[in-house]
């Protein structure tokens, strides 16, 4: 691009010759200068994209509930992409996608701490919401 810039100036001095004590008194543009212009363009554009994430929602409805668990699975149907549960207490919950009884492996949602579970897609599913024997806790949880 200087190479065609350079070529055009020589064109248009050989050309016009007033014109080129007025070409010469033109300042120049170094190309650092024109990285700095370049990048402070970049990052106009960059924060007026960020506002317009910042904006978008998550698609669907966020809708929450609030159980009570016991040592009888509760069963809870949901259609939804994504899952988070929020254990309030006063003791430990699991939950399971395919088993009403809390495995050797299963870690609990321990009192006042929160998962959250994404399936990828939505479709429906049945978990299983339990407490230990003689337990119980209150649970929020939200699907979107």
Not at 8 to 36: C, G, H, R, W, Y
Request: glycine residues 4%; neutral net charge; contains cysteine.
């Amino acid at each position: 691009m200087a190479n065609e810039l350079a070529k055009i100036t020589q064109n248009l001095t050989k050309s016009f010759p007033d014109v080129s004590s007025k070409l010469a008194a033109i300042p120049k543009v170094t190309p650092e200068v024109m990285m700095i212009v370049y990048l402070d363009e970049i990052a106009g554009r960059l924060a007026e994209l960020q506002d317009t994430l910042a904006e978008v929602t998550t698609e669907g409805t966020l809708r929450g509930v609030a159980l009570t668990i016991n040592d009888r699975p509760q069963i809870i149907p949901i259609l939804a992409r994504h899952i988070s549960v929020r254990n309030n207490g006063p003791n430990s919950v699991y939950v399971n996608q395919n088993k009403t009884k809390p495995g050797s492996n299963d870690a609990p949602i321990r009192i006042n701490s929160s998962i959250s579970i994404d399936f990828q897609t939505s479709r429906p599913r049945i978990l299983y919401f339990i407490c230990d024997v003689s337990e119980t806790a209150q649970v929020d949880y939200f699907t979107w």
